[in-house]
């Protein structure tokens, strides 16, 4: 540890530092470009665990640990849930629609960082006396000693906020259930009183090669029907649409069916469709 | 007797206490308010007599009281007090005011016996007395200047006494504005006369003459002479007179003939201490008169109204007094003395019109008249004295003023005597011309009457007597209430003036107040007076070709140019409406236009930018958190860019 | 320490405005009757300051001083000397008059339906407010009077423009050309212009009395005003001059002066006469006393400075006022013009640096208040009884309505300042104190006379003579409670135009303290100068 | 190398982080970009202590990770009702801060 109060670090660090810094940087540029709010979860997980890293390796094992349970353990998985139940929405697409926002956040952004950069390096930060003495009774204890001396009422109201917030979290997301659930016979009421749909949906899967829930199933006339795809798939945009040699595959059938029964001359137009049947099924 | 001074405050006192009764009073003194009045004012011209024969018991060089009531506005230097200084100059006004004042109360008693609002008439009949007291016997010029404007409020209600005539109210209104401009003179000489001598009483005023410069006199003497002008209708102020004869006739016997008109003479007499030290402005106050003489004697010729052509002369005669005083210690006496005799006959002839009116369901049109002696004798007799009085026949009270006049006027010397004399001659002819006219077209001749008109379409009827419209007049004698004063007066115009030159009884009287130094013209006396009586014959017989051998037609004929410029006051209110009506209405269109767009616009213009600019910045704030998180990061930049250069520098 | 008079005086009106806010709904009459008795008990302490008042004595009487802000210095002093007496009785006499005045302004708003639905009716007081808003405005104005500490007089100052914004904007004539919604668009106009030009004022003048805190440390006018005549506090000439021109702005717009004038016509047209004679005969004095009271003793140098061309502003608001009041067609707004000329003429008073001058201002703001309330409130009478503000609508009142048309008149002939009414005696002192040092100004000025007559005597002419109008010719005659209003203002009139004396003695230290402070003297006479 | 990197690497962080709140309009992805920064935070601090040479700095990053917790707490609670009220997790749906 106390290779740590040297001034210029050693080499190994460095070797360290350049290649996760690198990481930490892709990392979060990753989150703020990926379409998916999961791949930008998983990405800021990755950054996060490289600052744990960063932590250890200046010292601060608490926080590097604590870094990693609670920050990528907790909340990166807090995220995760709050994306899962959000699903998916038109918000992802990093389509800009202010007008003049990318640019204003583009300049406005670099200038900070540039600022930033420009006030660090005008900062004389070149003497660096390091935590060989502050962690000498190591760094828990030291961060303890700390806590619950100089800082406890800090840390007190930290815990009252903490509850605060959890409280505050089940109000904002408790709903009460004003009205009753609505009972089966009150659906069905409903659909006969709107009249589209008296029948329940159709089945997905249609004359499909195999019988998956997110393709959408074919009208008589060969064009897809959404409705046959469930609303939560739909909602995120998973139809997989009916590729097209699949419906060539079908036309072609039709075809044979047609050269098969013409050629026993004749036969009631109205088999025909019962006839397309046993070839499905076979 | 023992301080009678204490007796000079009732003078003002007591019309004032009758103005104050009749015109708060309320309807329960409509029955008995003309007798308050009368009496009130008749009481007051006794006081005057009392203090009057008290002066006579006095020696010259005590004769002047003073009575200090109080001090009115004391500021620092400025001070005004309200006190009175009755000296032989304010007594002859005094006894003038409330006798002649006492006979008009009575007149009127007959004269609006009709009028519903007689209490109100005798109120502000008291008010003009007690306002005209206070001017000729204050003894400083603010006081003056109360007075002043006293009568003018006084002249303005009673004129407008008719105010469902507009053109009485319009009349009165022009009266009042024309009397304003005057008073600006009298305001501006007193602030000249307190920065001069830091006081505005007469006493130091009038001694201190001697201590500034000529320059300074003059300005104040012609500020005077303004407001001397707007009082006593002269050019160029001279325009209301004639419209204030919409008022009733004994007002303008009262006010507008003998007494309130000659508050300028007053002014300039009593002043004559500034004037005497400087002699430009005494030689403007002589111009005036001579112009405004013969303007008013010219208008006086053309009128056909009775009462117009009797406020013209008034208005040349007004213009001898003037002429008179503008010729310095020769003339004060002479100019006093014409007033007092001009205003018995000028207030007998006007009552004697009025009478004349009465008889004739208030016809003014002299056209109109004719051969009326038989019908009405004592007015016929008393307007008769009065206008041989007045055009100065010999005897007669206006021979003994007038011709004293002429001669001061002469005696001026130089060329400016030989013009001033002239003009007053040459007046002296044409007041016999149109005086003689006046007379031959009323009460000679063959009737001319026509049937009344409906009072509903001829405004000009005075309401109150009652008019049949479409019958006939029939005139008559007027009742005793009327033809008593009619007749003292009479007596006035004719003993009045001999009495007054029993060996310069007058002029020694009057002698304290305005030194008096005899004039001696180039020609003798004689001759003066005698070329008078040969223009005033010349003028007389002129008169008695015109309407006396030949029919006055009822229909006045187009006349020369002269005569029809004569007719609208020698154009001075087309030009007066022109200039200044005119202009003045577009001055004031055009700024109330400019304050509503200009000085209010520009205001409204900056709150209107103000929105536009706002409205423009509102467009900021389009709700996107993420465009306020560019605004915030840009901000956060910025401040740690102002903290770097900060640390830098 | 005896009993705090001064403010006891305003506090009065302001116990008064709270209770008469709270009176029920129902109890219009009770509300109306507790304000008279307010406003009558405040002119009865009004009468004890003014008995116990020595003209001989100190400068400031009655004096209070408490700490208020610590940090700042700011102090709650009180203090009058004797401009600020007659400012206090007259406003003190004016408030029962205007109330009886508008004694049933404020009914038709609570019985008509633009009040809001019977729902809310229980809380729907206008009269109420009506009268607390007057009672609340009096308080300040007093205490504005009072105030010797110059950041107090600012928050007073601002703070009466509240009650003054609802009663212009909430309580307008009902007598308009035009539908209801046109005359309460006009209101708000006219309020918020009121409001706008008056806060911008007023903001100028904080900055300048922030100034003066950083230059001068605090904000006692009499401590600041000793330190200036000692010498101990010396000022920059240009940071004088700039604060001076604060300070001046502020009140120029309150008088209001020339350019500054625009709001006042629309506030007195479009609010009820009582309250358009609030406005112009007592919170407009606010700003001339202002000038007397700040501008001349914290900035002498800067006034003699300035005064020249507050001179010529003055002046044009005399004869620009007076123009266009010849030209207006709505009486009010005639009144309104006419009132600019006046308030003309009292700057110029100010400004003269006489002591004819000053005091003639002085009394000026007495007299003035006094006419503009008479001539004001029988206008009002008037056009209650017609519906209608303009002059063309009426015509021969004095036939149907003779003592109406009679205190009209004499309203009118005291804003003509005619001898032997109270306006003569100030508007003269002010022409002679200005031709004193100015005597071009002064001679401009009296034309100024001509044209009062002009504006004035048209307008009786147009409104009371003449052939009687069929719309007037119902027209009942004054009624008691007018006569009650009208009566004793014409009283006063008269009695201040015989005799100003009282008057004058009272303001007359009082103006020798501000000539000292300025450091002039009155010209001496031409023949005593030679001499 | 000089420790001083780290600060560097923090600097890059935040304004990486910063962009992302300012051009995604997914208020998930705009939380993470929050976290993301307030890990940059941390960095710096973390590096800072080790600096001085005292753990101060290391207590402070502690307890922004306490109070990132609880803000992500309620604002992921917020982010869920939201989107149950209004079916998107547009932060530019919810504009309705406007004049």
Redesign the interface.
């Known amino acids: 540890m106390n290779t740590l109060a040297a001034t210029a670090t050693s080499t190994g660090e460095a070797v360290q530092f350049w290649i996760l810094g690198t990481i930490a940087v892709i990392g979060a540029l990753c989150t703020i470009l990926m379409k998916k709010a999961v791949h930008s979860a998983l990405c800021l997980a990755g950054t996060m665990i490289v600052l744990a890293v960063f932590y250890l390796a200046n010292g601060a094992y608490f926080l590097g640990v604590v870094q990693i349970v609670v920050y990528t353990g907790a909340i990166m998985m807090l995220f995760l849930f709050v994306v899962m139940l959000v699903g998916v929405t038109a918000a992802d697409s990093l389509k800009e629609t202010i007008k003049g926002q990318r640019w204003l956040a583009a300049a406005c952004g670099l200038g900070f960082g540039i600022l930033l950069v420009a006030g660090i390096s005008r900062a004389s930060l070149d003497t660096f006396n390091g935590l060989g003495t502050a962690n000498a009774g190591g760094n828990v204890e030291g961060l303890a000693a700390l806590i619950f001396s100089k800082y406890v009422f800090a840390f007190e109201i930290t815990g009252a906020l903490l509850i605060t917030a959890a409280v505050g979290a089940m109000v904002l997301t408790h709903r009460e259930r004003t009205e009753p659930a609505r009972t089966q016979r009150e659906l069905a009421e409903q659909r006969v009183r709107e009249g589209t749909h008296l029948p329940p949906l159709p089945a997905p899967g249609v004359y499909a090669r195999h019988n998956a829930v997110d393709i959408p199933g074919l009208l008589p006339d060969g064009t897809p029907s959404e409705l046959t795809v469930s609303k939560t798939l739909r909602a995120r945009g998973q139809i997989r649409d009916v590729s097209s040699q699949a419906l060539e595959a079908v036309k072609a059938l039709e075809q044979r069916a047609e050269e098969r029964l013409g050629h026993q001359g004749t036969g009631p137009q109205a088999s025909r469709p019962q006839s397309r049947e046993e070839e499905n099924a076979q | 007797m023992e301080n009678a001074e204490n007796l000079i405050a009732l003078l003002v006192a007591a019309p004032l206490l009758g103005a104050a009764v009749l015109l708060c009073g309320g309807r329960r003194l409509d029955r008995a308010g003309h007798w308050l009045g009368t009496v009130l004012a008749a009481a007051s011209f006794v006081i005057g007599a009392v203090l009057f024969f008290d002066m006579l018991g006095r020696g010259a060089e005590e004769r002047t009281l003073r009575q200090h009531l109080f001090s009115w506005v004391p500021v620092e230097s400025f001070q005004a007090d309200v006190a009175f200084q009755l000296d032989q100059l304010s007594m002859t006004f005094v006894l003038l005011i409330t006798g002649v004042g006492t006979l008009i109360h009575v007149y009127s008693i007959g004269y609006m016996a009709h009028d519903e609002r007689r209490r109100r008439f005798f109120g502000y009949l008291n008010l003009f007395l007690a306002a005209m007291l206070l001017l000729v016997l204050a003894d400083n010029y603010l006081l003056l200047y109360f007075g002043w404007e006293g009568v003018g409020l006084a002249s303005f209600l009673l004129i407008g006494f008719w105010q469902h005539k507009p053109s009485a109210a319009t009349a009165a209104k022009k009266a009042f504005l024309v009397n304003r401009v005057g008073d600006m003179g009298l305001s501006i000489a007193i602030m000249l006369m307190f920065t001069t001598f830091g006081t505005f009483a007469f006493g130091p005023v009038l001694a201190a003459t001697g201590e500034t410069s000529e320059g300074m006199l003059t300005a104040i003497g012609l500020m005077l002479l303004l407001a001397a002008c707007g009082k006593s209708a002269q050019v160029p102020l001279q325009s209301w007179l004639g419209d204030a004869m919409e008022g009733p006739t004994p007002v303008s016997a009262l006010i507008h003939a003998a007494t309130m008109v000659t508050a300028g003479v007053y002014l300039i007499t009593r002043s004559g201490a500034i004037f005497n030290a400087a002699p430009d402005a005494q030689l403007a106050v002589a111009v005036v008169g001579a112009v405004t003489l013969l303007f008013g004697a010219i208008v006086g010729c053309a009128k056909d109204d009775i009462k117009k052509a009797l406020a013209g002369s008034t208005m040349s005669q007004i213009g001898y007094m003037i002429l008179a005083a503008g010729l310095g210690p020769v003339g004060y006496a002479f100019a006093i003395m014409h007033l007092v005799t001009h205003g018995f006959f000028k207030a007998g002839l006007f009552l004697g019109a009025g009478s004349v009116m009465h008889g004739m369901n208030d016809e003014v049109d002299m056209r109109k008249y004719g051969g009326l002696r038989k019908y009405m004798p004592v007015t016929f007799v008393t307007f008769g004295l009065g206008y041989l009085a007045i055009i100065g026949f010999p005897g007669l009270s206006g021979f003994w003023s007038k011709d004293k006049i002429i001669e001061a006027a002469f005696a001026k010397g130089g060329t400016e005597g030989w013009i001033l004399g002239g003009v007053a001659l040459l007046g002296a002819g044409i007041t016999a011309y149109y005086m003689t006219r006046v007379m031959l077209m009323t009460f000679f001749g063959e009737k001319r009457w026509q049937p009344a008109p409906d009072p509903d379409t001829a405004p000009s009827v005075e309401p109150g007597i009652e008019v049949h419209p479409g019958e006939m007049p029939h005139p008559h004698e007027s009742p005793r209430s009327m033809t008593i004063p009619m007749i003292l007066l009479a007596f006035g115009s004719v003993f009045a003036g001999a009495l007054f030159s029993l060996n310069g009884a007058f002029v020694n009287w009057l002698r304290p107040v305005t030194d008096f130094e005899h004039g001696h013209p180039p020609v003798s006396a004689a001759t003066v007076t005698v070329s008078t009586v040969v223009v005033l014959l010349i003028g007389v017989g002129i008169a008695y070709a015109q309407y006396g051998r030949r029919p006055v037609p009822v229909v006045a004929p187009r006349g020369s140019l002269l005569t029809r410029a004569a007719r609208r006051d020698l154009l001075q209110d087309d030009f007066n409406h022109i200039v200044l009506v005119r202009g003045g209405e577009h001055l004031t269109r055009s700024l109330v236009y400019l304050d509503h767009t200009l000085v209010d616009g520009v205001v409204n213009g900056t709150a209107a930018s103000v929105g536009g600019l706002s409205g423009r910045l509102r467009k900021l704030q389009n709700g996107f958190a993420r465009s306020y998180a560019v605004s915030m990061l840009g901000g956060t930049a910025v401040l740690i860019a102002a903290t770097l250069l900060m640390r830098g520098v | 320490m005896s009993f705090p008079l001064l403010t006891a005086t305003a506090a009065l009106p302001a116990v008064g405005a709270i209770l008469t806010a709270a009176v029920p709904a129902t109890r219009r009459t009770a509300a109306k009757w507790l304000a008279l008795a307010v406003s009558l008990g405040t002119l009865v302490l009004a009468a004890l300051v003014a008995i116990r008042f020595e003209p001989g004595g100190d400068r400031y009487q009655l004096t209070e001083s408490h700490a208020w802000i610590k940090d700042f210095g700011v102090r709650y002093e009180l203090g009058v000397d004797g401009i600020g007496v007659a400012l206090i009785a007259l406003t003190a006499l004016l408030i029962p008059f205007i109330i009886l005045a508008g004694w049933h302004d404020a009914d038709s708003l609570a019985v008509s339906d633009s009040g809001p639905a019977a729902g809310h009716a229980k809380r729907w007081r206008p009269t109420q407010g009506f009268f607390a808003l007057i009672l609340m405005v009096e308080a300040m104005v007093i205490l504005s009077f009072e105030a010797t500490d110059v950041f107090l007089f600012y928050i007073l100052f601002e703070a009466m423009l509240i009650p003054m914004y609802f009663l212009i904007g909430g309580f307008g004539d009902r007598a308009h050309a035009g539908t209801d919604e046109n005359a309460a668009a006009q209101r708000s106009y006219a309020a918020v212009k009121f409001l706008?030009?008056n806060l911008v004022g007023g903001l100028i003048m904080l900055a300048a009395v922030i100034g003066l805190y950083v230059v001068a440390g605090n904000f006692s006018l009499t401590e600041i005003a000793e330190a200036r005549a000692s010498g101990q506090l010396e000022m920059a000439t240009n940071t004088e001059r700039l604060l001076f021109l604060g300070f001046f702005f502020a009140f120029a717009v309150k008088a209001p002066l020339?350019?500054l004038?625009?709001w006042l016509p629309n506030a007195m047209g479009e609010a009820t006469a009582p309250v358009a004679v609030l406005i112009t005969a007592v919170v407009d004095k606010v700003g001339t006393f202002a000038m007397l009271r700040f501008c001349l003793q914290l900035f002498p140098e800067a006034s003699k400075w300035a005064t020249p061309a507050i001179i010529v502003l003055a002046l044009i608001s005399i004869v620009?006022g007076a123009?266009?009041a010849?030209?207006?067609r709505d009486i009010k707004r005639l009144i309104a013009y006419a009132s600019i000329s006046h308030f003309g003429f009292i700057i110029m008073g100010i400004f003269a640096m006489t002591?004819?001058g000053q005091?003639?201002a002085t009394l000026y703001m007495v007299n003035h208040g006094l006419s503009t309330a008479a001539l004001m409130l029988v206008a009002g009478f008037l056009i209650s009884r017609r519906g209608s503000r303009l002059i063309a609508d009426y015509g021969?009142v004095?036939?149907v309505a003779p003592v109406l048309a009679?205190t009209f008149l004499v309203g009118g002939?005291a804003t003509l300042s005619?001898?032997?009414l109270a306006p003569?005696?100030s508007e003269?002192?002010v022409?002679?104190g200005t031709?004193?040092r100015y005597?071009v100004a002064?001679?401009i000025a009296?034309?100024g006379?001509?044209l009062a007559?002009?504006y004035t005597?048209?307008l009786y002419?147009r409104t009371?003579?003449?052939?009687?109008k069929p719309e007037v010719r119902a027209m009942p005659d004054l009624r008691v409670r007018e006569l009650v209003v009208v009566g004793p203002l014409i009283a006063l009139l008269l009695f201040l135009g015989?005799?100003?004396?009282p008057l004058?003695?009272i303001v007359?230290p009082a103006v020798?303290h501000t000539m000292s402070d300025v450091q002039q003297k009155?010209?001496?006479?031409?023949?005593?100068a030679?001499k | 190398m000089n420790p001083v990197n780290y600060l560097y690497l923090a600097a890059l962080l935040f304004t990486i982080g910063a962009a992302g709140v300012l051009i995604r309009r997914n208020a998930i992805v705009v939380f993470m970009c929050v976290e993301l920064m307030l890990n940059a935070c941390n960095l710096a601090f973390v590096a800072f202590s080790r600096m001085h040479g005292n753990l101060d700095g290391q207590i402070i990053a502690f307890f922004t990770m306490v109070v990132a917790a609880a803000e992500v707490v309620v604002g992921l609670a917020i982010i869920v009702s939201l989107f149950r009220s209004r079916h998107s997790a547009s932060v530019d749906d919810a504009s309705l801060m406007k004049l």
């Open positions: 706008l030009y020339w350019p004038h625009t620009y123009l266009l010849v030209g207006q002591s004819q005091s003639g021969g004095q036939k009679g002939l005619l001898p032997g003569f005696v003269f002192l022409l002679v031709f004193a005597p002064g001679i009296t034309f006379i001509v007559a002009l005597l048209v002419q009371m003579t003449g052939p009687v015989v005799y100003p004396k004058t003695e007359e020798r009155d010209p001496k006479p031409e023949v005593e030679a």
